[in-house]
């Protein structure tokens, strides 16, 4: 027989063993069901990233696809661009167009069969040469022109990283004529990558068939271009398997990451493309599969906790008997422990209990609560004690609320207020909590509850406070005005009941006194109607206010606006600038300021009327300058026409030689006059093609009249000088007072100033920098360089010289530089300084040569083969007799019948008498009686259709100035030859009833 010991060892045993039994079958089934979803997880990532791969497929094949037709339109097109009279400005154009048009791809460029770009949307890209490149050669090597070619990714001259897609063009004769390249930046494809992420851990990519990686989602610039071909990665397996989709895990050596990526090879075959595009979906292995990793450790962790449990649950079941003593002695030791805790609790946190009797009128209270009150336990813990205890200035106010709140309305007591501790008479703030019993007859029987001592809280609120008012008054001082604005949630403000009850979707969070001063409303107004701002916008600008401001609340950016309010009947400008916060609930915070900047600009205004008036003056400068070489021109002039015509009378037989003397004589004063016009403001500057060669060489022979002897101009010009794109007045203002400024710097002793003028280039890669150190385009340039041996420049003068309004008092540069600076910069030209104190001074001006330079300045009309003849009646008004005589003669020369009229007021008179007949009025400007202006409004009066020519001698501008916008039909400037005049009413006749609209 078995002795109980035993016995009981035996039971023990088994115990411990079904308990490890069955520890091991939970555990079996958690190790079962861990693996299986392990498995789901992989095969359905599987999936999803092998989707994603097919969404990207669909997504870039009918993009391709939209490529290749753009390709074939730019093809078909090629042909008409040739025909285009201007077919090189027509093809960028027309490839600018289309590429501000397409997203993701930029530039489009033509190149023909020599590698040239002849056409491209990047101007700067036309003329270089890209045989060198490899998708040049592979059009060669392959020039089917139904393929479209995918290029390896490379690095553009623009500097941007690229896939070419490109199709060979093919002459007549079925011959290689060049290619069409539609270079495809990462944004083509970007967008496409980016929805295709679905975690922050997968990244997404697309490389070249050959392997090279060209785009990464999210981007990895430092990965772009990497050969993924390696030997054993992924990519390599993929293109080894044959299939067009494949899933694989591994090292990526692109990242050096443990990942699943998913490969999907894209092969158009319509389009037909030379290489694929791989397309390949990551994910990360380790974040894929944290979440069952974390809910493995979790399930292991309770498993073993489980397992403790049971363990420890065992061992107390069989020593329960023993054990009961000290499992009782534990459970007191607890209770003291958790008494412990909540008092020191409460005495941290400054929480006192109390339990108040109604009944009996006596309360208890917690030793936390008597250190609060600063009260013993002698103390009368009555009601009347308690109010006592309350500070004196709230004892009617707790009194009232116990009774009247609380006990009354059977409410909750929950209230802050001070008492005054019995021990120091220190004043604390306390914050109070109790619940209200009652019997059957709603009789208060007793409250419990909690006092804190919140006096530390309630002297940081009163502080933060103090913070604000500071803060407060610091903004009222600021002279911008300062606010902050609370734009509801839409799903807010578009609720009824809300509408209802604010009938607005803002509201103001902070308006500043000085907000409200330069709008010149009251606070109050403001706060109750925000949109009054939307009234006081001026008429003119409320179109660009409420673009602005629909724009950054949609798109919630800066909002930034500068115009005009009506402010009590008074345009002031101001300047608006607000920043967004949006808020968690979908509200949004705009913090901004509002400047007045009325008197900014006038100061503006101002500043600009003084440059206008110091460019002025500075033009008139330079006339007096050279007034003296003019004279001498004129009179030479004057001499030449009045030799010729004295030849003329002498030998009448021999008249016809000198007569065109006498028109070269004329004209070249002619010129002289328009130049003098320009510098002096009364010319219209056009840009046109401009012989610099020429210009340069009549400015020099005119001042080498006009500045000192002791000074001595060398002029040295290569004969291939270009004509270049710009305004005749302007450049020579440039070259007169470069000239003029290196005689000052020589001044009284002998001294030569070397004026050369080269054509030079500029090569990529070449860094040239102008007067401030920037870098000067590469290109072809005229270059005009000016060197004088005078007084030189200190670097202050260096640094200075190009103020508008600064000068110098010793004798060197300082007439008109910034002005000459000035129309360098509007010929987009470049200019260099070099200069030594006492060493001399050298400039050099870099003028841009046009690409499309042809060598003419276009300034002469075409000329017929038959001169034109009209008809009709033209009313001639001119005060000098002589030229009135020559131009009826001119104009009866071209068929038409004159009405003649001295003055204004004679031409109107006649006008009204032969209204019907006249079909043009040809006047002068300066006049007795009534003035061409006055007559030109006058007959616009009567008759709005009819063409009126102005002839002046003051030049174009002036002209221009006078009438404004009004119908001129055209300006003719004395002295002009027949040919001109013809030319002038040509145009204007023939083109009548347009003329007369």
Not at 201 to 210: L, N, R
Not at 764 to 788: F, M, N, R, W
Request: hydrophobic fraction near 40%.
């Amino acid at each position: 027989m078995s002795s109980p010991q035993k016995t009981g060892t035996i039971s023990f045993l088994n115990q411990w063993l079904i308990l490890i039994a069955t520890l091991l079958i939970i555990g079996g089934y958690i190790a079962y069901f861990q693996t299986r979803e392990y498995r789901q997880i992989d095969a359905q990532e599987r999936l999803r990233l092998s989707a994603q791969t097919e969404t990207v497929e669909k997504n870039i094949l009918p993009q391709l696809h939209i490529t290749y037709g753009l390709i074939d339109g730019i093809i078909k097109d090629f042909p008409i661009w040739q025909a285009e009279k201007n077919n090189d400005e027509y093809a960028n154009r027309f490839l600018k167009t289309l590429d501000n048009a397409t997203v993701g791809i930029s530039p489009i460029i033509v190149i023909d069969a020599g590698g040239n770009v002849i056409a491209s949307s990047e101007a700067k890209l036309i003329g270089m040469n890209f045989a060198h490149r490899e998708y040049f050669k592979t059009a060669l090597k392959n020039p089917d022109p139904d393929i479209l070619h995918i290029s390896a990714p490379f690095r553009t001259t623009l500097g941007t990283y690229v896939i070419s897609l490109y199709r060979t063009i093919h002459g007549p004769h079925g011959e290689f004529a060049g290619i069409v390249i539609v270079s495809a930046v990462p944004e083509y494809f970007a967008t496409i990558l980016n929805s295709v992420c679905y975690t922050s851990d997968m990244w997404a990519g697309i490389a070249h068939g050959d392997g090279q990686l060209f785009l990464l989602s999210p981007a990895r610039q430092e990965l772009r271009g990497n050969d993924l071909a390696n030997s054993g990665a992924l990519l390599m397996r993929h293109r080894e398997s044959g299939k067009v989709s494949n899933v694989f895990t591994g090292i990526m050596y692109a990242a050096g990451e443990k990942r699943m990526a998913a490969f999907r090879t894209i092969q158009s075959t319509s389009p037909p493309t030379d290489k694929p595009l791989v397309v390949v979906v990551t994910r990360n292995l380790d974040a894929l599969f944290a979440p069952w990793r974390k809910n493995t450790y979790l399930q292991a962790l309770l498993f073993t906790a489980f397992t403790i449990v049971c363990s420890l649950g065992m061992r107390t079941r069989q020593r329960r008997q023993r054990a009961q003593f000290s499992a009782l002695h534990q459970a007191e030791a607890a209770l003291q422990e958790s008494e412990y805790f909540f008092k020191e609790s409460q005495r941290a946190a400054s929480i006192g209990s109390y339990r108040c009797d109604f009944v009996k009128g006596i309360w208890a209270s917690s030793d936390i609560l008597d250190s609060i009150f600063g009260i013993d336990k002698e103390y009368n813990r009555s009601i009347q004690g308690w109010l006592d205890i309350v500070h004196p200035d709230d004892r009617q106010m707790m009194d009232q609320y116990l009774n009247e709140e609380v006990i009354a309305n059977r409410n909750s007591f929950a209230k802050e207020y001070r008492v005054v501790r019995r021990n120091d008479g220190v004043t604390r703030w306390v914050f109070g909590l109790g619940e209200v019993t009652f019997d059957e007859n709603s009789s208060s029987l007793q409250m419990i509850g909690t006092i804190q001592d919140i006096t530390e809280r309630k002297m940081a609120e009163q502080s933060l406070q103090q913070e604000r008012d500071l803060s407060m008054d610091i903004l009222n001082a600021q002279p911008a005005g300062i606010y902050r604005i609370r734009v509801f949630a839409r799903e807010t403000w578009e609720n009824d009941a809300w509408l209802n009850s604010r009938n607005t979707p803002y509201s103001m969070e902070l308006i500043t006194e000085s907000f409200c001063s330069i709008l010149g409303i009251t606070k109050e107004a403001y706060e109750h109607n925000p949109g009054i701002l939307l009234d006081m916008v001026h008429p003119d600008d409320k179109e660009g206010f409420a673009r602005r401001n629909e724009d950054a609340n949609v798109n919630l950016h800066k909002f930034a606006w500068e115009g005009r309010l009506l402010i009590n009947g008074m345009i002031r400008w101001v300047f608006f600038q607000s920043l967004p916060r949006p808020l968690e609930n979908g509200d949004v915070l705009w913090t901004g300021a509002l400047m007045d900047i009325t008197e900014r600009k006038k100061i503006e205004e101002e500043k600009y009327a003084l440059e206008q008036q110091f460019q002025q003056t500075q033009k008139l400068e330079s006339l007096g300058v050279l007034s003296g070489g003019i004279a001498h021109d004129f009179n030479n002039i004057l001499a030449i026409i009045m030799g010729n015509c004295s030849l003329a009378k002498m030998h009448e037989e021999n008249a016809g030689k000198y007569i065109p003397e006498i028109e070269k004589a004329s004209q070249r004063a002619a010129e002289l006059c328009r130049q003098m016009l320009a510098y002096a403001g009364k010319a219209q500057f056009v840009q046109a093609n401009v012989n610099f060669r020429s210009l340069v060489s009549d400015m020099v022979d005119m001042l080498k009249k006009t500045i000192p002897q002791n000074v001595e101009v060398k002029l040295e010009s290569s004969t291939d000088i270009p004509f270049i794109q710009g305004d005749s007045g302007q450049l020579y203002q440039i070259v007169m007072n470069l000239i003029i400024n290196a005689s000052e710097a020589i001044g009284k002793d002998p001294g030569e100033i070397s004026v050369a003028l080269a054509k030079t280039t500029i090569p990529e890669g070449h860094t040239e920098l102008d007067y401030s150190g920037k870098a000067i385009s590469p290109g072809v340039y005229v270059c005009l360089e000016v060197t004088d041996n005078g007084c030189g420049m200190d670097e202050e003068t260096k640094l200075r010289i190009f103020e508008p309004f600064y000068t110098t008092k010793f004798t060197g540069r300082g007439l008109g530089m910034s002005a000459v600076l000035g129309s360098i910069t509007s010929h987009r030209g470049a200019l260099q300084l070099h200069s030594k104190l006492g060493l001399g001074t050298s400039f050099k001006v870099f003028l841009p040569v046009q690409k499309s330079d042809s060598g003419q300045d276009g300034s002469e009309p075409q000329k017929s083969d038959s001169p034109w003849q009209g008809s009709g009646t033209i009313l001639l008004v001119e005060d000098e007799d002589q030229i009135r005589y020559i131009a009826r003669t001119l104009l009866e020369m071209f068929g038409f019948t004159v009405v003649e009229a001295v003055n204004g007021k004679e031409a109107l008179d006649l006008y009204l008498e032969h209204a019907s007949e006249v079909a043009l009025v040809l006047t002068d400007m300066g006049m007795p009686i009534m003035d061409g202006c006055a007559l030109f409004h006058a007959l616009k009066q009567y008759n709005h259709s009819l063409p009126i020519v102005i002839s002046s001698g003051f030049g174009d501008a002036d002209v221009t100035s006078r009438f404004g916008n009004d119908e001129i039909a055209g300006v003719i400037s004395k002295p002009y030859t027949p040919d001109k005049l013809r030319e002038l009413l040509k145009s204007i006749l023939d083109s009548a009833p347009a003329a007369r609209r």
